[in-house]
């Protein structure tokens, strides 16, 4: 009885679930493609920062203290589609603390122009925020300044564009788009870092915004 008629229906039950992906083609078992990031950090996308983050699903599943027959990756992608949605309705302001990267490369202002140099390259990055021995913010560079003939980073690098965790995003319209600028460092109240945001963080939360008011207008 558990052989004939159990284990002949289960496997019925794969094979033809098997065939329908296959003729959809989708991968089956189902593997949740991993978020794309460039620059070689732990951060997600820029078009997946806003709204909540990973650790925010583990703290979630954790609370509810359930097993769901859902991959966690997927889960993700259901709850994205689920709070843009919900931004939709409510259109809430997107803050700096909203889209802004959060594994921030920086250089410290004694470190040689080459060894800031190869930084920019290995992360395909425009912009490194410099730092003091404490830890502070207090300066940038990119390749612009860094193809100047002096020593160290502290001898070349430019002011660094800051804004506060709470500043609405686009409020950095002007600064990221004046020609100059690439990126605006995100700092606490003693110049600390706690993130960065591009120009391509910006245009992802500016498109996610449109969507958002499409979704409004036909509401």
């Known amino acids: 009885f558990p052989f004939v008629p159990v284990a002949l229906n289960s496997t019925i039950l794969v094979a033809l679930g098997f ?15 991993p978020p794309a990031n460039s620059h070689g950090t732990a951060d997600p996308p820029a078009q997946q920062r806003a709204g909540f983050r990973p650790e925010d699903i583990d703290a979630a599943l954790t609370a509810l203290d359930e097993t769901f027959d859902i991959d966690r ?20 302001t997107l803050l700096c603390e909203d889209i802004m990267s959060r594994d921030v490369i920086s250089v410290p202002e004694q470190a ?21 021995a404490d830890a502070r913010l207090v300066g ?38 004046d020609g100059r600028s690439h990126a605006v460092v995100i700092v606490d109240g003693e ?7 591009t120009q391509t ?13 499409k979704g409004l207008a036909a509401a």
């Open 112 to 132: 040689t122009t080459d060894e800031a140099r190869q930084q920019l390259l290995d992360h395909n990055i425009r912009t490194l925020p410099v730092v003091d």
């Open 140 to 177: 940038a560079v990119g390749l612009r300044e860094l193809t100047k003939a002096v020593e160290t980073v502290k001898d070349v690098m430019a002011k660094a564009g800051t804004a506060s965790p709470e500043t609405p995003a686009m409020s950095l319209l002007p600064v990221l788009t």
């Open 201 to 213: 963080d910006l245009l992802a939360a500016a498109a996610r915004v449109q969507t958002a008011d």
């Open 19 to 33: 065939l329908f992906h296959k003729l959809a083609r989708r991968n089956y078992p189902h593997v949740a493609a």
């Open 73 to 92: 990756d997927d889960l993700e992608r259901l709850l994205r589609q689920v709070e843009l949605q919900a931004m939709v309705r409510s259109h809430r």
């Open 191 to 197: 110049r600390r870092i706690l993130g960065l945001i």
